[in-house]
């Protein structure tokens, strides 16, 4: 009997050996699938931030409470609990009301901006009536007003909601006094007089057409 073997066989088995050897090679080249892993904060880090809540914990402890304020932005208590307001019948602050109310259209110089918020240094409506000056700031002004022979088309808001009638009288009298006019002062009675007579009126002045003119 021959001794006979298929070469299909052979070949079969070498083609198998060959995807063997290419898939074990294949494996060889992957990397490990990823996994998770503990990755402890240094200890270092650790520690900076234990000597860091340590430290703070001891300076609010042993801070003084009275520490001197020139050591901090040099405020006091009272300057904390701010200015105590003016008793009934005490003098109102105009220059204090005009810094607050009016110095952002009229300016600090009194000179307004030009062609746009008219002056009130030298204006013949700050010198002339006080009724009518009283008027002016309780009520507002809108439209074309002559200042100085200049005509300015803008608008004066109303302060009548805002302020009493002392605080209107003594912001008139500070501008009435102030940048070379030379006006009386104006009280608190003229005010609520103007404030009786304009308690009407829904809308500002309609600028010289309603106003008329500034002695009057």
Known sequence: ??????????????????????????RAREHEDPHENRMPI???VLAMVAALVAWGVYYIVTAPIDQPPALGDQRTVADL?????AAAGAAV????IFQSHCVACHQATGQGLPGVFPP????????????KAARIVLRGVTGKLTVK???????????????????????????????????PPVTAETVAAARADTASMQA???GDAALGSPGS
């Open 149 to 183: 022979g200049t005509a300015y088309n803008g608008a004066m808001p109303a302060f009548a909601a805002q302020l009493g009638d002392a605080e209107i009288a003594a912001v008139l009298t500070h501008v009435r006094s102030q940048w070379g006019n030379a006006a």
């Open 1 to 26: 009997m021959s001794d006979f073997r298929d070469p299909r066989g052979a070949a079969d088995g070498s083609a198998e050996s060959s995807e063997q050897r290419q898939a074990a090679a294949a």
């Open 42 to 44: 240094p200890r270092y």
């Open 204 to 206: 500002p002045f309609d």
């Open 93 to 96: 602050d105009g220059a204090a």
């Open 81 to 85: 609990h701010g200015k105590p307001k």
């Open 120 to 131: 009130l240094a030298g204006s013949e409506w700050v010198t002339g009536s006080d009724a």
